[in-house]
T-cell receptor, first 114, second 114 residues
Framework: AQSVAQPEDQVNVAEGNPLTVKCTYSVSGNPYLFWYVQYPNRGLQFLLKYITGDNLVKGSYGFEAEFNKSQTSFHLKKPSALVSDSALYFCAVTPGGRNNRLAFGKGNQVVVIP | EAQVTQNPRYLITVTGKKLTVTCSQNMNHEYMSWYRQDPGLGLRQIYYSMNVEVTDKGDVPEGYKVSRKEKRNFPLILESPSPNQTSLYFC?????????????FGQGTRLTVV
């Protein structure tokens, strides 16, 4: 079964500094990887995904993520964090193929300090 | 507007009183699923459906039922709710069942069972 680890509970970063949210995964076969963001009292919103091809994927709101197969990682990054980026971030993986069963990490609370 | 609609947003009920949380999507998506979100545990899948009349258990199906009589609707039924089902619930839909398309989430239903 697939699984995702997000090792940090909370990430604090000063506004304007680079933001990194870490994610490692375990899945048999080639993974499909996703990042979602959740703002207070809202549902999850899709940020970006890796399916195949270029290891660096770009998504919404200036976020990007790098797929590293050897390290089984898919870290989320943003060059310059904004206060409005403060939210809960989830990494997710599916094994691909016939089933779209997403396995989520426990989430990382990102706090951007003005 | 493309969306997943859940109702109600908030619900307080008593132990043992049957309830239904509705979910509807207007995007003609093939795949639908229910998740519960608990602090420190991320999102866990309850049930999923790959198409009309095709449903299957996720990771935490005990105490829940679903049905998929129409493509757009995927209600979650708690026949006899218990306090350990107090949680935040999300319905989600994806265009295809094959795992390479992102999920669209509803706004969530916060359920309290007393």
């Amino acid at each position: 079964a697939q699984s995702v680890a997000q090792p940090e509970d909370q990430v604090n970063v000063a506004e304007g500094n680079p933001l990194t949210v870490k994610c490692t995964y375990s899945v048999s076969g080639n993974p499909y990887l996703f990042w979602y963001v959740q703002y207070p009292n809202r549902g999850l919103q899709f940020l970006l995904k890796y399916i195949t091809g270029d290891n660096l994927v770009k998504g919404s709101y200036g976020f990007e993520a790098e797929f590293n197969k050897s390290q089984t990682s898919f870290h989320l990054k943003k060059p310059s964090a904004l206060v409005s980026d403060s939210a809960l971030y989830f990494c997710a993986v599916t094994p691909g193929g016939r089933n779209n069963r997403l396995a989520f990490g426990k989430g990382n609370q990102v706090v951007v300090i003005p | 507007e493309a969306q997943v609609t859940q109702n109600p947003r908030y619900l307080i009920t008593v132990t043992g009183k049957k309830l239904t949380v509705t979910c509807s999507q207007n995007m003609n998506h093939e795949y639908m699923s229910w998740y519960r979100q608990d602090p420190g545990l991320g999102l866990r899948q309850i049930y999923y459906s790959m198409n009309v009349e095709v449903t299957d258990k996720g990771d935490v199906p005990e105490g829940y039922k679903v049905s998929r009589k129409e493509k757009r609707n995927f209600p979650l039924i708690l026949e006899s709710p218990s306090p350990n089902q107090t949680s935040l619930y999300f319905c989600a839909s994806s265009l295809y069942r094959t795992g390479n398309t992102e999920a669209f989430f509803g706004q969530g239903t916060r359920l309290t069972v007393v």
